[in-house]
C-alpha cells in the first residue's frame, strides 16, 4: 500500500494552535469516569509540532461513476472506504489506496431498492452493508457487488446506528418516540436491536410532543467505533461520553467547559427552562459537542463556542489535554483535516479538492515550500475532483 508521508511541514495543514496542557484537569470519580475540566479559551502555538507522528494523504480516484457529492458518513473497514453520497443516495466503495471499487446504488428500483440512505454501518468483515431508509422504514443490507440480502420493517426512529457482532446493532433514536406510540419503547434514545426486534433499550425518558430539546443543537453522529467498543457522544445538551460493548453501556467520560460556557439545561430540564434557554440572544456562545471519536490512545472531541469550532485532544497514557481550534484566521485555515472517523487507530479527515487546491495557493502565496508529495497532488486534482482523505497519527 503506497501511503503519501507528510513531515513536520503538514502539522500547518492540521492544528492551527494548541493549549498549554496545565490549563485543563483530568481526574477519576470513584465510579471510574474521568472527568475532564477545559478551559476553551486558551490556545497556545508552542506545542503544536509536539502532537502528530504522522500525516499523508489519499486522493480518492475521480470518474463519472466515482464522483462524490455531499459527503454524509465515512466507514473504513479492513482495506475498504465506504462514503455516503447524500446527494446521490448512495455509498461509494473505495480501497484504502483510494481506487474505486464499486458502490450501492438502487434507489427506486424495485423489490430490493430503497428511498433513501440515511445512515449506513458496514459488517466487522467488510462484506456488507446494512442502510436506514427512512422514508421506507426499514433496515436493508446489501454485499458488495449491490446485491440485495434482506430487509426488515421498524417502528422506532433512527439517528445513528452502528452494527456489533452476528445481528445485533446499536441504534441512537435520540428525542423522538416510535412510530408505534404503543410499541416497546416509545420513550429511549437508545436501543439494542437483533434483526429488526428491540430486546433492550437504555435512557428512557418522557416524551412530550412539547418540548423543545430537539431544536438544542447537537452533533449529528452520535456513533462512533472504537475497537469492539461503540462510543457515544455529542447528544443534545449532554456532556457525557458513554461506551457501549455488547449489552452493556458505561458513562465513561464528563466533559466540563466551565461555567460561562456550560449551557443552563441538560437533558433532564423543564419544558419552561429549555423555552427560556431558546429565546436567549448568547445562546450560540454556549459550549455544543460535534463529534467524539476515540483510539487506544487518544480522546478527540470537537465542539463549538462562542460560534468558533474548536476541538480538543485527550492522550490517555498520561493524561494530558491539548485544546485547538479548528480555524481562527484567514491566513492558516486548518478545518480541512478536522477528523470525521477513524481507522486501525488512526484519525482520518476528508478535504474537497476545491478547498485544498485554494490553501496550497494560499501558503505558497505566504512563501511556504510545500513538500513534493503535496504539490504533486496540487497537479493531479482540480476544483471537479473527489476529496482528498487525511490520516493523522497523533503521538
Known sequence: MKYLLIGTYCLIYILSACNNSSINTVNVDENGVIKLKIDPMSFHDDLFSDLIEDVYFIQLETSTESRLGEIGKIEIKGDKIFIQDRSLHEIKIFNIDGKYLGKISNRHRGPGGYNDIYSFSV???????????????????YNLNNEFVEDFSIDYIVSDFMKLENDKKVVYSGYFPSYNMDGFPNSSRLLF???????????????????????????????????????????????????????????????????????????????????????????????????????????????????????????????????????????????????????????????????????????????????????????????????????????
Not at 264 to 290: G, M, T, V, W, Y
Not at 369 to 379: A, F, G, T
Request: proline share 3%; net charge negative.
Open 193 to 395: 436491536v437483533n434483526k429488526s426486534d428491540v430486546y433492550q433499550s437504555a435512557f428512557d425518558y418522557v416524551y412530550s410532543e412539547s418540548n423543545r430539546i430537539r431544536e438544542v443543537m447537537g452533533g449529528f453522529r452520535n456513533l462512533s467505533y472504537y475497537g469492539d467498543t461503540i462510543v457515544l457522544g455529542n447528544e443534545y445538551a449532554d456532556f457525557n461520553i458513554y461506551h457501549i460493548f455488547e449489552d452493556s453501556i458505561k458513562k465513561k467520560y464528563q466533559i466540563d467547559f466551565g461555567d460561562e460556557f456550560m449551557p443552563p439545561i441538560n437533558i433532564n430540564s423543564s419544558e419552561e427552562e429549555i423555552e427560556n434557554f431558546l429565546n436567549l440572544d448568547q445562546r450560540h456562545e454556549f459550549a455544543k459537542i460535534f463529534r467524539v471519536l476515540e483510539s487506544s490512545q487518544h480522546l478527540f472531541v470537537e465542539y463549538a463556542v462562542k460560534k468558533r469550532m474548536c476541538f480538543f485532544l485527550l492522550d490517555k497514557t498520561n493524561g494530558e489535554v491539548y485544546n485547538l481550534q479548528s480555524s481562527f484566521d484567514p491566513s492558516r485555515r486548518v478545518d480541512i483535516s478536522v477528523p470525521v472517523t477513524i481507522w486501525n487507530d488512526t484519525f482520518v479527515g476528508i478535504l474537497n479538492a476545491e478547498y485544498f487546491k485554494m490553501v496550497f495557493e494560499s501558503r505558497k502565496e505566504q512563501g511556504i515550500d510545500p513538500p513534493s508529495i503535496l504539490s504533486e497532488i496540487d497537479r493531479k486534482i482540480d476544483e471537479n475532483c473527489n476529496p482528498v482523505l487525511s490520516f493523522i497519527k497523533f503521538k
Open 123 to 141: 459488517s466487522k468483515n467488510g462484506e456488507l452493508i446494512e442502510i436506514y431508509d427512512s422514508r421506507g422504514f426499514k433496515f436493508r443490507t
